[in-house]
């Protein structure tokens, strides 16, 4: 089993949809918890920290539930300018484990 | 300001080659990492820098030898590759190693010919 599963898509979604990600960790032991950006030949841009208690970036949710190891993230109203590869990422003590990515598509 | 950079951009060399790649932060940060990204694939921890010292070396291949003169330079050196070394070799930092969010620089992508 991975250490960390996302499914990769693609997502293709219309522009104005809200869209969902979904993340599994196998470490109960992991510490802290990110989502990634990654536009194509760039590097991964720190999007949002996940809290246990669920946090909020104007049009993006992320939640995170220990007890099942899930961390989710929710885009609404969704932009040309959101289409890239949403990265979960995991840390445990040195070092950060990252999910194959989501990709997501924003069409007209 | 969250920026890390790197040089060169894009590197290509040949097998016999030895080139360095450089990374820079002036945010303060202690920790520096190197990772490797081959296409469609998730970045892969290559090493750790903690307070100047290597803290982690993932098993990664003595062709790579990574370098950190000072809290604000990272460099990796590269000699006798081989071609499936070629990807992006992205450069992060963060204020302490650990829990601490980490950030990327742009990378240098590699061309091992």
């Known amino acids: 089993r991975k250490e960390v599963e996302q499914d990769p898509g693609p997502f293709n979604v219309p522009e104005g949809a809200t869209v969902a990600f979904n993340c599994t960790y196998s470490n109960s032991a992991s510490q802290s918890f990110f989502w990634y950006r990654q536009d194509c030949r760039k590097e991964p841009k720190l999007l949002m920290s996940?809290?246990?208690s669920g946090n909020e970036d104007g049009r993006f949710t992320a939640q995170l539930n220990r007890a099942s190891q899930y961390i989710s993230l929710l885009i609404r109203d969704s932009k040309l300018s959101d289409s890239a590869t949403y990265l979960c990422?995991?840390?445990?003590?040195?070092?950060?484990?990252f999910g194959t990515g989501t990709q997501l598509k924003v069409e007209l | 300001d969250t920026e890390v950079t790197q040089t060169p951009k894009h590197l290509v060399m040949g097998m016999t080659n030895k080139k360095s790649l450089k990374c820079e932060q002036h945010m303060g940060h202690r920790a520096m990492y190197w990772y490797k990204q081959k296409a469609k694939k998730p970045p892969e921890l290559m090493f750790v820098?903690?307070?100047?010292?290597?803290?982690i070396n993932e098993s990664v291949p003595s062709r790579f030898s990574p370098e950190c003169p000072n809290s604000s330079l990272l460099n990796l050196h590269l000699h006798a590759l081989q071609p499936e070394d070629s990807a992006l070799y992205l450069c992060a930092s963060s204020p302490r190693q650990g829990t601490d969010t980490q950030y990327f620089g742009p990378g240098t992508r590699l061309t091992v010919l």
């Open positions: 990422v995991v840390n445990k003590g040195n070092k950060l484990t």
């Open positions: 820098y903690s307070y100047e010292k290597l803290s």
């Open positions: 996940v809290y246990s």
